[in-house]
Nanobody
Framework: QLQLVESGGGLVQPGGSLRLSCVAS???????????IGWFRQAPGKEREGISC????????NFADSVKGRFTISRDDAKNTAYLQMNSLKPEDTAIYYC??????????????????WGQGTQVTVSS
């Protein structure tokens, strides 16, 4: 069973930064490097939205317009880990953040249904 575990969430003031980590384990049929990794978030009363995703080989990287220029996605396949660096955080960034792994088909935005494996989520709260 492929497992993903997020960490790094917490409370931060507006304008601050956080780095989320997503560590994968339990895979045997495919290497971690073969998966696309996505970051998603869900605020109370709102639908889950794709924030950023990165393909196998880093050939395709996408960001939602709401975070473009503020967030950075990266991966370290040697450590089976993906990261989401969040800078210039705003109160509207408050949400539960999830990482996911899958085999994204095609280029472009990060779709929820393109990812098969999900972490448990980590809470990010941006407040003064």
């Amino acid at each position: 069973q492929l497992q993903l575990v997020e960490s790094g969430g917490g409370l931060v003031q507006p304008g601050g930064s956080l780095r989320l980590s997503c560590v994968a384990s339990g895979f045997t049929l495919e290497a971690y490097s073969s998966y696309s990794i996505g970051w998603f978030r869900q605020a109370p009363g709102k639908e889950r939205e794709g924030i950023s995703c990165i393909s196998s080989g880093d050939a395709d990287i996408n960001f939602a317009d709401s975070v473009k220029g503020r967030f950075t996605i990266s991966r370290d396949d040697a450590k089976n880990t993906a990261y989401l660096q969040m800078n210039s955080l705003k109160p509207e960034d408050t949400a539960i953040y999830y990482c996911a792994a899958g085999h994204k088909r095609g280029l472009g935005p990060c779709g929820v249904y393109e990812y098969e494996y999900w972490g448990q989520g980590t809470q990010v709260t941006v407040s003064s």
